[in-house]
């Protein structure tokens, strides 16, 4: 399955980033499933709902259905935390998945940068999976530079990038 990141700092772009690429993307036509990494705790259960009293009473997954949509919880409980690729098992296939984070993983990612953040080091100069940027100040790079706000371009990036 074919997936592409989205990486940087805090507060650089990265979110609104990929939402664009997903509304671009589906526009075209094509399937596209997200994943968000995170360093922070998350509790995506309301405590007493029985999905969070299942979880609490120590099931390993939790899976909530509905006619709308459904939602797989999996509990790692000490387990490290699952690679990307280990992740991208688990998913439907679809024609691409757009990845937020995971700064450290192989695959090919845009670094979002945002002046305003006051990261003025790109994650790009060190970073060789990194294959453009996407900024609003327009730094210096040994990669292509685009501007955050120009979505088709960025997105015919990726495309050519991955083969779409």
């Known amino acids: 399955m074919k997936h592409y990141g989205i990486t ?8 609104g980033l990929m939402e664009r690429l997903v509304t671009h993307f589906t526009g075209q036509g094509l399937r596209v499933s997200t994943i968000k990494h995170t360093h922070h ?8 709902t029985d999905t969070h009293r299942h979880r609490v009473a120590g099931a390993d997954q939790v899976m909530l259905a509905s006619a709308s949509r459904s939602a797989l919880l999996t509990e ?5 935390e699952p690679e990307l690729r280990d992740l991208l098992a688990q998913m439907a296939p679809v024609d691409l998945v757009l990845v937020e984070g995971f700064k450290s993983s192989d695959h090919p990612k845009v670094e979002a940068h945002r002046a305003a ?11 060789t999976t990194i294959r453009a940027v996407a900024s609003d100040s327009g730094p210096s790079a040994d990669v292509p530079v685009f501007d955050l706000d120009d979505t088709a371009a960025i997105a015919a990036f990726i495309a050519q990038d991955l083969g779409l």
């Open 8 to 15: 940087g700092w805090k507060n650089c772009g990265k979110t």
């Open 117 to 127: 953040a006051g990261t003025s080091a790109l994650l790009a100069a060190t970073n």
């Open 76 to 80: 790692h409980r000490g387990a490290p």
């Open 41 to 48: 705790a998350v509790d995506l259960e309301v405590a007493g």
